[in-house]
């Protein structure tokens, strides 16, 4: 797809994409995006775009949201500058804590904001799905909040891996629904979804967790996440005395991704999106979507996916639960595809070390996710010394406890204690 774009259309799409003109009318990022779903749902994508289109930057759905965001979820959240891990590493590291949000994640962001707009085009109920449960246990929260029943579909190797999450919904309110087909991970919890939304879609509301899907949803998670970058951005310029050099996000759909990168596309700043590189480079041995994949259609949007040689979508594998997804959202596609923003990918290994370090210099027990996106700052450090580095950190890793228990600590005290 990179060599179908001439070099005029990757700079009209930049322009396009730095002035928050895309997606277009079509909902496209460029080649990417787009809405291919069932004729039975279309009704219900359509009255969603409208409903975005009438609520979203109103100044009444805005002033319910930022308060949610201020007195409830806890914004903005803090940006930290992480003083031995700077040390070690030869840059300036400064961490934009998305853990300390309500719930433990960035999730709440697009929570609250989709459960707001529920209730505004008169929703029954709510439906969500969710891989590292971080989503599910924000989409509880908020539909508590608002008042909406919410059924949470997870698969069951993620049910196994992230059980406090699990318990959380429960204690919540939220019906916890356990996906037993195809590879029982995130991609099988959203099909299970979107079948659940097709059986009552003008009663149901899809809360979809990231910025993956037919159009709007990747729009509109965008818009709702886009807060973590605005805030980190003048954070920087308020307490670092000025933007970093380069930002790093971890990346599966792309929803902290995007939230942290998308407010700082017109600046000159480095921006670095972190896939998970797994155990290895071969088809079932990563969720490195942007490394290793293809065009294609995935659940209902055109963008870059793991598939083999006869188009069929591939398992994938990561220690953690939220990157193992066998797509990408459309714009990390487009912004691959015209150089704005690199993606590269971390093992799991990387990630268990970049972990443990954080841990050990900081106090501070990151999510497994958000741990790739340190082993990669760790080495453009490396070659970068003297450097300003921003991390998006997140989410906070108590969930990951009973996959971290299975492993034992590794001993990372010699390297620069």
């Known amino acids: 797809m990179k060599s179908e774009l001439t070099a005029a259309d990757k700079e009209?799409?930049?322009?396009?994409?730095?002035?928050?003109?895309?997606?277009?009318?079509?909902?496209?990022?460029?080649?990417?995006?787009?809405?291919?779903?069932?004729?039975?749902?279309?009704?219900?994508?359509?009255?969603?775009?409208?409903?975005?289109?009438?609520?979203?930057?109103?100044?009444?759905?805005?002033?319910?949201?930022?308060?949610?965001?201020?007195?409830?979820?806890?914004?903005?959240?803090?940006?930290?500058?992480?003083?031995?891990?700077?040390?070690?590493?030869?840059?300036?590291?400064?961490?934009?804590?998305?853990?300390?949000?309500?719930?433990?994640?960035?999730?709440?962001?697009?929570?609250?904001?989709?459960?707001?707009?529920?209730?505004?085009?008169?929703?029954?109920?709510?439906?969500?799905?969710?891989?590292?449960?971080?989503?599910?246990?924000?989409?509880?929260?908020?539909?508590?909040?608002?008042?909406?029943?919410?059924?949470?579909?997870?698969?069951?190797?993620?049910?196994?891996?992230?059980?406090?999450?699990?318990?959380?919904?429960?204690?919540?309110?939220?019906?916890?629904?356990?996906?037993?087909?195809?590879?029982?991970?995130?991609?099988?919890?959203?099909?299970?979804?979107?079948?659940?939304?097709?059986?009552?879609?003008?009663?149901?509301?899809?809360?979809?967790?990231?910025?993956?899907?037919?159009?709007?949803?990747?729009?509109?998670?965008?818009?709702?996440?886009?807060?973590?970058?605005?805030?980190?951005?003048?954070?920087?310029?308020?307490?670092?005395?000025?933007?970093?050099d380069v930002a790093f996000a971890c990346v599966g759909g792309g929803s902290n991704a995007i939230g942290l990168f998308y407010p700082m596309l017109g600046d000159d700043i480095e921006l670095i999106g972190v896939e998970a590189g797994g155990t290895g480079s071969g088809l079932g041995q990563n969720a490195a979507t942007l490394a290793t994949g293809t065009p294609g259609v995935l659940q209902g949007s055109y963008s870059i996916i793991l598939q083999d040689s006869d188009g069929n979508v591939q398992e994938t594998h990561s220690i953690s639960a939220g990157l193992d997804y066998s797509g990408v959202g459309p714009e990390h596609a487009l912004l691959q595809a015209v150089g704005r923003v690199t993606y590269v990918a971390a093992s799991d290994n990387e990630a268990l070390e970049a972990l443990e370090e954080l841990c050990e210099t900081e106090g501070i027990l990151t999510a497994l996710e958000t741990a790739h996106a340190y082993a990669a700052a760790k080495k453009w450090s490396k070659e970068n010394p003297g450097k300003r580095v921003l991390i998006g950190n997140s989410g906070r890793g108590d969930k990951d406890m009973p996959t971290l228990n299975k492993i034992p600590p590794r001993t990372i005290r010699h390297a620069g204690a």
């Open 12 to 244: 009209r799409l930049m322009r396009a994409s730095i002035r928050g003109e895309l997606p277009d009318k079509r909902g496209r990022f460029g080649p990417f995006g787009g809405r291919y779903v069932p004729e039975t749902l279309v009704p219900a994508f359509e009255s969603l775009e409208a409903g975005i289109a009438k609520h979203l930057h109103s100044d009444e759905f805005q002033t319910a949201y930022r308060r949610e965001l201020r007195e409830w979820v806890g914004r903005p959240t803090a940006l930290t500058f992480a003083p031995r891990l700077s040390e070690r590493w030869g840059t300036e590291v400064w961490l934009k804590r998305e853990d300390l949000a309500h719930t433990g994640a960035h999730k709440i962001n697009n929570a609250i904001g989709q459960a707001l707009l529920a209730k505004r085009l008169g929703a029954k109920r709510v439906i969500a799905e969710t891989g590292a449960g971080q989503h599910g246990v924000a989409s509880a929260a908020a539909c508590a909040r608002v008042g909406l029943p919410c059924r949470v579909y997870m698969g069951a190797v993620d049910i196994e891996r992230q059980a406090p999450n699990v318990d959380r919904m429960n204690r919540l309110g939220a019906e916890v629904f356990p996906v037993e087909s195809g590879d029982k991970t995130l991609r099988a919890a959203i099909d299970e979804a979107l079948r659940e939304w097709v059986s009552d879609p003008s009663g149901i509301y899809y809360l979809l967790g990231s910025a993956v899907g037919a159009h709007p949803y990747p729009y509109l998670v965008r818009e709702l996440q886009s807060v973590i970058g605005a805030e980190a951005r003048q954070q920087m310029i308020d307490f670092a005395g000025g933007l970093p």
